[in-house]
């Protein structure tokens, strides 16, 4: 199979499909994968700058170490991901469904999270105070850094009955 890049560039891999393969340690950059099914795949130290991965499967995937600056995941399936110490600056998470997916450690200044299901992920990143959440949803067991507040951020916590609600 071959995986075609914005950048001109493509990339051979000895594989019929992209689920559940190791894809770690490639230049990635500027890859065309919107819509493909990547889920329980490994991206370890890979550089995916740029990459399109919009709408995409990327359910239990293992993205440590990876370069994601500006990558477009809107639309996104990540539940279950694991994005540690990540370089996502300017990424596109917008729309993104990160249910229980880990961010720790990981570089978010200028991502734009909007609209994203946030509900159980653990956002323990850096420059998250300039990223951005306008409608994103977040819930109990969503882990934030201590002094970030996500409903200033602009984030809308779910999972509250009516009975919760004031009147």
Known sequence: MIILCATGESI????????????DGLNLHRALLEGMD??????IQSN??????????LSNCNFTNANLITAFFDGAS??????????????????????NASLKDSVV??????EANLEGSIMLCEGIGEAIFIGAKYND???????????????????????????
């Not at 594989?15 to 393969?21: H, K």
């Not at 990547?38 to 991206?43: A, E, G, I, P, Q």
């Not at 882990?143 to 509250?160: H, R, S």
């Open 109 to 114: 200044y200028g991502a734009d999270f909007s």
């Open 141 to 167: 067991n969503t882990v934030w850094p201590l002094g970030f507040n996500p409903e200033i951020a602009g984030c809308i916590k779910t999972g509250v009955s009516n009975a919760d609600k004031s009147p």
């Open 78 to 99: 990540l539940q279950n991901s694991k994005i540690h110490s990540c370089k996502a600056m300017y990424s596109n998470f917008m729309r993104a469904m990160l249910q």
């Open 38 to 43: 990547l889920s329980n795949s490994t991206f």
């Open 12 to 23: 051979e891999i000895a594989f019929s499909s992209l689920r559940g393969i190791k894809l």
């Open 48 to 57: 995916m700058r740029g990459a399109f991965l919009s709408k995409c499967n």
